[in-house]
């Protein structure tokens, strides 16, 4: 029932905020084959920016994108380069606490929500370019990581901390990472450019409320799968497109949440 409660006030929350303006982020100049984002590293978002141009709006990629999305540098950005570019990923969308590896985190659905609210609201949104942290995880089809207060679990067991004092203290580390985005007292919210992309699932060069709603939903399916496969509601598709997710409210206390098989 708690978990109920918690979804229905994060959609209650999401059918209440008003239109996003898009934010501008800064690219950093780079020449890695599938960064096509231009912040300096490999993710799921740029999996899911191909992802989008091939099945969505193939106008939404820029000459100079196009040719960093050509992965094997054949002259044509397809499917081949989409793979290509999702198995070299160091993190996966919505992984903003960079942990590395499969993560499906609700921090980023409730992370998307606040950008669109806060600058809803008139919030300053700054993104900044940070340095890009080395992930925690290496084999990204084995790892789920899930951290709560002093509870941490590791790869579907929990942490030991007294053990593994080096890896409890990193992941406590990127908890506050992602903890740290938050409306500051200045009435700004402040997050690394990597950050940023990361919460873009849809990967239409901005976070709205469509990324709130698939992030969710992604979550859910996810964390009740257990596969790392079910973060995503198509095969080879590696954006969370919109038509992916419904959430509906059946009361105060239910909410259902409806994903693409």
């Known amino acids: ?4 409660k918690m979804l229905g006030f994060f959609t209650a929350a999401i059918m209440a905020a008003a239109a996003l303006p898009v934010v501008s982020v800064g690219a950093v100049d780079a020449a890695l084959p599938g960064d096509v984002d231009q912040d300096g590293v490999i993710t799921g978002h740029d999996s899911a920016m191909v992802s989008h141009a091939l099945y969505e709006d193939p106008s939404t990629l820029t000459e100079e994108q196009k040719a960093l999305a050509d992965y094997n540098g054949d002259g044509v950005v397809d ?3 989409l793979e ?18 499969v993560t499906s985190d609700i921090q980023a659905a409730y992370r998307a929500i606040l950008l669109y609210s806060a600058e ?19 084999d990204k089809e084995a790892h789920f990581i899930g951290y709560s207060g002093d509870t941490m679990i590791w790869d579907g067991t929990y942490l030991n901390a ?12 990127r908890h506050e990472m992602v903890e740290n985005i938050s409306l500051q007292e200045n009435g700004k919210i402040e997050l690394s450019t990597l950050q940023y992309h990361l919460l873009d699932a849809t990967g239409d060069g901005k976070v709205d ?19 790392p496969a079910a973060k995503y509601f198509a095969p080879g598709r590696y954006d969370l497109y919109p038509d992916g997710v419904n959430v509906d409210v059946v009361s105060k206390d239910c909410v259902v949440i409806r994903v693409a098989s």
């Open 79 to 81: 499917e081949t380069d």
């Open 120 to 138: 809803s609201s008139g919030a300053e949104i700054s993104v900044q370019d940070d340095a890009i942290p080395q992930p925690i995880a290496t």
């Open 209 to 227: 409320i469509q990324d709130a709603y698939v992030l969710l939903g992604s979550y859910a399916k996810f964390y009740v799968s257990g596969d």
């Open 84 to 101: 290509a570019i999702h198995a070299n990923e160091v993190f996966s969308i919505g992984d903003i606490g960079m942990i590395g590896g």
């Open 1 to 4: 029932m708690k978990t109920k």
């Open 162 to 173: 007294s053990q593994d004092a080096a890896l409890a203290q990193t992941i406590r580390e």
